[in-house]
């Protein structure tokens, strides 16, 4: 059946109705809040523009956009890593700015169809059904599709290839059987990488066509915060929680894909725990705007001590306090088969 797109601007990451809403609630104003990069520039600016009609701020958002159009980010999902988070970015600036666009419509619309037209983006966007950036290359197709829906007549199979592979092959066909749990394979930093292209593409797949997917039947993306929760160490590092190091693992913080993640599902599928996870690591800018969870509940008040990660590790904790200064014990021990390749370690029956 043809999906359920709406004929209005914005549909990536919220709706016209929700940004009228928005509007109301900061009472028209928002100060952008930008860390000089293209990307933070686009989303910070460019939600400005959407709350209160700032041209100034829009012509900021488009400016950066523009920038990220070159030749190299339409070629290849796999060329670098950023590809999919620049085509990303430069569908949300079309969409969230799209009545201000002006001369620069063409070539922010001309980069996201070359990716997906000339250079066949969504043939090659699967890396394979267990890999981290199958998912995250996803998020490309389906951002351009939504900015250019009712525009581009290919645009809702760009969609459909995106749901394909996310849905059908990543999710359905591999993950929610093989980690039903929520935990990852390829350890904690890879799971940032590839739950984003679960969280955070369902979030947009259910603001965009009205089908939420944060249910029962998909295990692994209603679980796969909760891992994360479960992997907090019980003390502080420099002031900031710390993830135990599990797999191939460099960076232990919980960073800013984590934190969208997990506010992504705890809205989606009411999980307070993903609030509270999202709440630790500062959910900020137009982020607490659009993603701000409506419960928080922290794990004390619920989630069991132990937890066993099919098929990866078990976990047991003598209590939830990982305060500085925390008395409680984690305990975590690896017990799964060895599989050679990809970002595993040499860990099995190994304990923390």
């Known amino acids: 059946a043809a999906l359920k797109i709406s004929s209005e601007h914005p549909r990536i990451f919220f709706t016209k109705a929700e940004a009228e809403n928005f509007k109301a609630q900061l009472h028209g104003s928002y100060p952008p809040q930008s860390d000089g990069s293209a990307r933070s ?55 969230w700015c799209f009545p201000v666009l002006g001369s620069d419509k063409e070539i922010l619309s001309r980069t996201l169809v070359d990716a997906m037209e000339k250079y066949q983006y969504t043939k090659k966007m699967s890396r394979g059904p267990g890999h ?4 995250e290359n996803s998020l490309a197709p389906l951002a351009a599709g939504l900015a250019l829906h009712g525009e581009q007549p290919n645009a809702e199979r760009w969609m459909l290839d995106a749901r394909r592979v996310v849905v059908d092959e990543c999710i359905r066909g591999h993950l929610d059987k093989f980690t039903p749990d929520g935990d990852d394979f390829e350890g ?24 939420n997917l944060f249910t029962s039947q998909h295990p692994q993306l209603i679980n796969g915060v ?16 710390f993830h135990l190091s599990q797999g191939d693992t460099n960076h232990r913080g919980i960073s800013g894909r984590n934190v969208t993640s997990a506010a992504a599902l705890s809205r989606a599928a009411r999980n307070p725990y993903a609030g509270w996870y999202a709440a630790q690591g500062g959910l900020s800018g137009w982020e607490a705007v659009v993603l701000r969870p409506e419960a928080i509940k922290a794990p004390g008040e619920g989630l069991p001590l132990y937890k066993f990660f099919r098929p990866n590790m ?22 799964r088969d060895y599989m050679q390749g ?11």
């Open 132 to 135: 981290n950036m199958s998912t």
């Open 314 to 335: 078990a976990i047991i904790r003598s209590g939830w306090n990982i305060a500085e200064g925390s008395k409680d014990t984690q305990f975590a021990f690896t017990c």
């Open 226 to 241: 909760n891992w994360w929760i479960y992997l907090l160490q019980p003390f502080l590092e420099d002031h900031r929680p």
């Open 41 to 95: 520039i686009i989303r910070e600016h460019g939600f400005t523009y959407v709350i209160t009609g700032d041209e100034v701020a829009a012509a900021k958002a488009i400016a950066a956009a523009v920038q990220l159009c070159t030749p190299e980010v339409s070629m290849s999902p796999q060329g670098g890593h950023d590809n999919f988070e620049d085509l990303l970015d430069i569908s949300i600036c079309y969409d």
């Open 188 to 211: 904690t930093q890879y799971h940032g990488a590839r739950y984003q292209g679960e969280g955070i593409w369902c979030w947009l797949w259910l603001k965009g066509t009205g089908e």
């Open 342 to 352: 990809w970002h595993c370690h040499q860990d099995v029956n190994h304990f923390t």
